[in-house]
């Protein structure tokens, strides 16, 4: 058996190594500043509008945008901060992995010179980011706490969706909404299950859980994905009418269930105007300006049936 | 003389599995008075059904001592090309060219994409002799990748009511995803057990080289699998797509996990040659039962991993065992 490649293949190979090493060479040519913009995972629909947002905007700016996806591995972010600081990128647009894991590579940018700006998700330092313009997830979730509570009139049996359970957000989210309906005794979770933030893991969780506790009230899950998922699995049992459905982030699907009044509740989050602060800021350094906030919270505001039509998918209208 | 051998440990594996399945089920029973319900059991059912059509592929290449790590990418894949097809038609305005799909066109385009996905699997194995696991976790990357493209990193929902029968309807009192997953299993156990394409693939698990001498075309053997697998990881997205009324650019992750435990627990060896599609069933309804066991028990999130890890190890330890004897 020859293991050697054949030698169409090698040409094809070598074609492709000339083809990419000449876009690069353009790319320096054309003599454009260049944002980056490094964004936690672009397996969830939030994050990429996020990240499209940031780079639509640096682009619209003109700046050259590159969009680096972290998988949700902090050592993959890290391996794209050395490639960014080799590349001379002149701004990073950053949405981070691990609020004290991403640290470490916000400080490597920073010695090299280049200022990191935050988007949605805090990392633990102050003086590593240039800026930071973070949803504010802990509150959000202490308005859907009172919105559930009262909508339940302070007492039901309810079950709660957690994220993935490494992450921070579902903590920060699973704890907001604690601090609120913990202090009234009539509400009871009758089960907490995680559904990893995804649609099909939450309808199977949700069936399994119907099973066992059939006559619930209320569903809390810590995004919109899961939400669409338990209601779907509700509907499915027939019993989507009877059960109030809270979601968290304010994705397309949600939104629209919640103007049909089959979801009861989100938490709308900003990711345009996070994208977008970000992105203005970074122009804003790169043309001189210095004395920037340190952290900026972006309020998560509560959409309900009441108020949906002042909103629109990831904003307001 | 060699095949009721082959017949004796297949049947010997089976009963292990079978006791691993009933002593989990009597526990689960013992602590919850949920769990033998007629619901629960078709939900069992039908939550397995995926994870089904994608084993009793993986199962085929399996046998061939191969492995195919890309089916929960192209199951990604399929679902959408399906869900966009269905939705959005093909549009060029260039060309001011429309095509649009109906149901029975969305889904005969995702299950072909799926075959081919799975032939260039085959393609690449038996061509350029890159190893499975090689060839199919590029595959895996590549497929994930090409769902990003086609979705753009966004859900396609809103299906119609029509196409969720296939995740959602009853027929003759039986879920059809439970219908879809039984035919599939009906079919392949025809395939493996009476066929001759069935003798060749256990034939090329248990020897190749010896295969390869009895005059077995085994990279035509090899192709027909990598794409029979394909076009089940396929059936299994459409499932998924229309039970969620949405394709999700993230779907399917990690389940080629979920089906090569099935396939392992249901005691298919994955050096090849030994197994059958009957474990594999028995396999995944294992993982089934014990999913839903563990949320109906309500343990905690954090344990539920450890568990199900331990759970594979035990039903592989008294599967070895049952063998040894």
Not at chain 2, 128 to 150: D, E, H
């Amino acid at each position: 058996m020859k293991r050697v490649l054949p030698l169409y293949v090698k040409i094809v190979l070598l074609g492709l190594l000339v083809v990419f090493t000449q876009c690069k060479q353009k790319k320096t040519a054309s003599g454009k500043k260049k944002m980056a913009v490094v964004v936690s995972t672009l397996n969830n629909p939030w994050f990429v509008f996020l990240a499209e947002t940031a780079a639509a905007r640096a682009t619209a700016l003109g700046y050259d945008a590159k969009i680096f996806d972290s998988q949700n591995n902090t050592a993959t972010e890290g391996d794209h901060f050395e490639n960014i600081i080799v590349a001379g990128f002149d701004a990073i647009l950053f949405n981070s992995t691990d609020a004290n894991g991403s640290v470490a590579n916000v400080l490597k940018a920073k010695a090299a010179g280049i200022p990191v700006f935050c988007m949605d998700r805090e990392i633990n330092a102050t003086n590593a980011a240039t800026s930071q313009i973070l949803s504010d997830s802990y509150s959000g979730a202490v308005a859907i706490g009172m919105s559930f509570t009262q909508q339940l009139n302070k007492k039901g049996n309810y079950v709660e969706l957690l994220g993935l359970v490494g992450d921070n957000n579902t903590w920060a989210r699973s704890k907001g909404f604690h601090s609120v309906t913990d202090n009234y005794p009539g509400l009871k979770m009758v089960a907490r299950q995680s559904a990893d933030f995804d649609r099909n893991k939450a309808m199977e969780v949700m069936e399994s859980i119907l099973q066992a506790h059939p006559d619930i009230d209320a569903v809390f899950c810590g995004n919109d994905g899961m939400a669409m998922g338990a209601y779907q699995a509700l509907v499915a049992a027939g019993k989507a009418s009877k059960v109030k459905v809270y979601g968290f982030d304010g994705a397309e699907d949600v939104i629209t269930a919640i103007k049909e009044n089959k979801v009861a509740g989100t938490g709308m989050q900003f990711p345009k105007v996070m994208a977008e602060t970000a992105a203005k800021f970074a122009d804003e350094y790169i043309k001189g300006r210095r004395n920037f906030p340190q952290k900026i919270p972006v309020a998560v505001e509560l959409v309900t049936p009441k108020n949906i039509n002042e909103y629109i998918a990831y904003g307001k209208k | 003389m060699i095949a009721i051998q082959k017949n004796n440990t297949i049947n010997l594996a089976r009963l292990q599995s079978l006791i691993a399945l009933v002593t989990l089920c009597a526990i689960i029973a013992i602590l919850s008075d949920k769990f033998l319900t007629m619901d629960n059991g078709w939900n069992v059912l039908r939550q397995i059904a995926v994870n089904v059509c994608i084993s009793v592929g993986m199962t085929l290449i399996v046998l061939t001592a191969g492995i195919d790590l890309s089916v929960g990418s192209v199951l990604a894949l399929c679902g959408a090309i399906t869900a966009g097809l269905l939705k959005n038609g093909i549009k060029m305005p260039s060309a001011d060219l429309f095509i649009g799909f109906t149901i029975l066109g969305a889904l005969l385009a995702g299950i072909i994409a799926g075959a081919l996905l799975g032939w260039f699997n085959g393609f690449v194995i038996t061509k350029f002799k890159v190893p499975p696991f090689v060839a199919t976790l590029a595959m895996l990357t590549i497929a994930r990748g090409l769902t990003m493209l086609w979705t753009q990193g966004h859900p396609i929902s809103n299906l119609g009511p029509a196409f969720s029968v296939i995740g959602t309807g009853w027929f003759l009192g039986i879920p059809v995803p439970v219908w879809i997953a039984g035919m599939v299993v009906l079919i392949a156990s025809f395939i493996t057990r009476q066929t001759r394409l069935g003798r060749y693939i256990y034939a090329i698990g248990g020897n190749e080289n010896a295969a390869i001498l009895s005059g077995i075309s085994i990279n035509k053997v090899k192709l027909i699998v990598y794409s029979i697998a394909g076009a089940l990881a396929a059936v299994g997205g459409i499932m998924v797509t229309s039970r969620l009324d949405s394709a999700q650019p993230n779907a399917g992750t990690g389940y080629e996990l979920d089906a090569i435990a099935a396939v392992v627990i249901g005691g298919t060896s994955l050096s090849g040659g030994k197994g059958s599609i009957g474990g594999t069933v028995m396999g995944a309804v294992i993982i089934g039962v014990l999913n839903n066991g563990l949320v109906l028990l309500n343990v905690s999130p954090f344990w539920q991993q450890v568990v199900k890890g331990a759970v594979i190890l035990i039903a592989v330890i008294i599967d070895k065992g049952g063998k040894k004897k």
